[in-house]
């Protein structure tokens, strides 16, 4: 007997490091950031009339493109925004991945992206990234339906220089070249310059890493016009008010803190620098990240040891078991300054028992 | 030679009504509610410690599914929830609609439905209201790959009654019937309690209309665990984290406010009897709305005039132009007492001078 069961879409869904919530806990566990958003978040929900919430948002989320497009010097037609990078990301795959070609993406990389090809039914390449975790350009040489880096990579921490994004770019003319820099306000450089360039490259951030704002959900992606024109047509055949009228008045505030932000970014990489070295101090190995985590093996004890042990103490990392490329590596976001000090002394404790 | 654009997903988007920001305006064409959200919500605001809002959401949503939960007699595995009944609704159609035989749903009816069976490439056919706009029961008895049914319908705030569903669901056992009941909270009777009796039934409603909340984007779906589990597989596919963490406690507070709800909405359907009559007077005809909007045509004068001559004086309503069957027809929201007497006044001058 049929069923409405077999019209079912099954699929694996993506697994979220996990939120406990617990009130003497470290999280360390999905790279947020250690400290508050800007002051500015503060004023407006202080000011907000809650009468405005009975109206629908501004499909166009104005407020927040043009923030976001004038901190960016960009036009306001670059700017595509969305509930988190998620979100951005998911529309940019079903926008641009209609080739009978596949896509193609490194091994080791966000989680997210063989689960929203395998939702829209995209088929896909995995890439394997070298020993170091960094990119083999001529992997990406030959035909096919499009493309994804995160840079930095997640999650390994490692950055590609804009030459060898440029010459994979150079390769691809013919498919969008996806540039997901959810972390890249902890390293040294954006591949924002490129969209002036290359009309098929587009560059996706979010809020929710160095603006402290991963509750509030804002992602957002920049490239030509074109390109956001594009999904926008398939964003308004989606939903046609996703942004919260709190989220777009909150994430305009923020962004538009300068000064702020950059106190808290420098906060979060002085405190990964100093973490590094303990880590190296005590036997761990890592890529070096430009990111607001850390990607750690320990030289002879096993991952599970470290992240089974630490749990019992209420810190919470993150680690990716079903990878055996990566089942020894714990991925470590850089909390407070003494949130790191705390993890130091618990990881020393638990080497010297093992 | 190929080019990105050969991959795009090219799609007619759906196009929502204007919004426009005038200081005098009286905004009828969205069917937002004109009373405030319930004071709990500024309650939420005033208290909220903008320092959470650096973490990510309970993915689960669980204080607003648990609030949604226990206002409806469920249990929690019931409850799915998303960024407005669009998101739900959107969700549900990749989840359930994957047969190769078409889906069904009225001609007229609300205008996502067909936007979203393009985009996700569902086939879809659909079928004729009769001249009250009233639904052909047996036009749903045949095979299909699943049907969706708006009650009351939208744009004619006609009703269905409990038998009818019934009768088209026990045609249906076999595929999923969804029932969007957007605007249930004006009328009398909600198709809830269908779900008990058939695991094939999702009732989708939305805090949009009827607690003054378009703005905070929160919808729900209830049906059987089974309904909603598989939802909920696809919701984390495609984003982890949909919901803002404001949206959650706002939402979850809302709910609880059972008092002011009701003093609202019977303010609202007040109104609307009251501005049924007067429409009556004037001479326009209408379905017997169950909604918090009335569409209405006149006997003599076209839509069109109607609504080019109220937009001048910035009274906005909406029509659905490109429709012949309703191009006459006005989808008039019910604002507040004091603004429905206005509008009647500018209807009566156009009436006079026409």
Redesign the interface.
Known sequence: ????????????????GE?PDLPDMI?LN?N??????SPK??EV?DQ?D??????????NSQHLVDAIAEYNGLNSDQVFVG??S??VL?IAF??????KKPILFPDITYSFYD??A??FQIPYVQKPLDDHFEFVRSDYYGEN??IVIANPNAPTGVVQELDALRDIIDHN????VIIDEAYVDFSDHSALELIKEYD?VLIVQTY?KSR??????IGHAMGSA?LIA?M????????????????VE?GAAAIRDKAYFEEMRKRVVDTREWTKKELTRLGFTFGDSKTNFIFAKHKTIPGEVFFDELRKKHIFVRRFGNNPRIKDYLRISIGTQKEMEILVQELEKIEKMH
Do not use: C, H
């Open positions: 007997m049929s069923s409405w069961k077999d019209n079912l879409r099954t699929i694996e869904p993506y697994v979220p939120q999280k999905t947020e950031n250690p400290y508050p958003p978040v503060q929900l907000y809650i009468n405005a919430l009975r109206l629908y948002p501004d499909p509930v988190g998620d979100d998911a079903m926008t641009f991945f209609n080739s689960v929203w395998e939702l339906g499009g003319r013919d498919v969008v098929n929710s402290s704002l991963a509750g509030m959900r074109e594009a926008n047509d398939v964003r308004f055949s989606y939903n046609s008010y996703p942004m919260t009228r709190l989220s909150i």
